[in-house]
């Protein structure tokens, strides 16, 4: 497995807003190359979340392009997007998201249960994830039976489970506490080492941005290389 590139080609973002429009995402253009980490910082309201949403294909953008290994996202059909984001990409978002009613390995197996993988291969993939992230004594306790730095490494397994090509964060340790959080931005610079799929990384923590090799800076809606 290899990291996808990502190309942004003059991405822009508008919602209307009755009478008004909001112009969220105004015209960026962003290399990442296969394999790259990159923090976004940026202060609230940037649009971070936003473009997050865009280079997932959760959203569609107003104007421009994103492209995974020069392939234009929105050029795949609706049927096949599902299965391109299914297969290509990992999100962790600030809130878990975890299915309460389910226990950590099938939370974490889920994405490959829905991707049609036999259960018992899907629940052994996901036994050895939650080792990696670890969590192999935590198998089967449910999401309210977990602490919130356990909960976000089930997370982080559920994303990887079906080996993505990128993994796309949204402050991914904004809920947690700061030794949790240090526990798990170490563990996410591993798996990339690891797994060297793309990661990227949209974080309010300097220290963490600081350790990755590459930050992007967004301001009202445009990228700036914060390290420039
Ligand atoms: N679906 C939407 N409709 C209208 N405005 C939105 C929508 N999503 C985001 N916005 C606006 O876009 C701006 C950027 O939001 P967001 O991408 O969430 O910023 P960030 O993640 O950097 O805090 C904000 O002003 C927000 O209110
Ligand atoms: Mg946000």
Redesign the pocket.
């Known amino acids: 497995m290899s990291g996808a590139r990502i190309e942004i080609r003059s991405l822009s973002k508008s ?1 209307d ?1 009755g009478e008004s429009r ?1 112009d ?1 995402l105004r015209d960026i253009a962003l290399d990442v190359a296969a394999g790259e980490m990159v923090a976004v910082v ?12 865009l280079l997932g294909t959760l959203d569609r953008p107003s104007s421009g392009q994103v492209l995974y290994d020069g392939v234009d996202t929105a050029r795949l059909p609706a049927s096949e997007l599902a299965r391109f984001r299914n297969h290509t990409i990992g999100f962790v978002f600030q809130f878990h998201h975890l299915l309460p009613e389910f226990t950590a390995e099938e939370n974490c197996a889920m994405p490959a249960l829905i991707a049609g993988v036999a259960r018992t291969q899907a629940i052994t993939r996901a036994r050895a994830l939650l080792e990696r992230v670890g969590l192999g004594h935590r198998l089967t306790h449910r999401p309210g039976e977990l602490s919130g730095g356990e909960q976000q490494r089930v997370a982080l397994g559920r994303a990887l489970i079906m080996e993505p090509r990128a993994l796309l964060a ?1 402050e991914p340790t904004g809920n947690l506490d700061t030794r949790t959080s240090e526990d798990i931005h170490a563990l996410i610079v591993e798996l990339n080492r690891e797994r060297q799929m793309t990661m990227i990384v ?1 974080t309010h923590n300097a220290d963490f941005a600081a350790r990755l090799p590459r930050r992007v800076r ?1 301001v009202d ?1 445009t990228v700036v290389e914060a390290d420039a």
């Open positions: 919602f807003h909001l969220v940026g202060s609230s309201g940037a649009g971070k979340s936003t473009l997050l949403h949204d949209v967004m809606g």
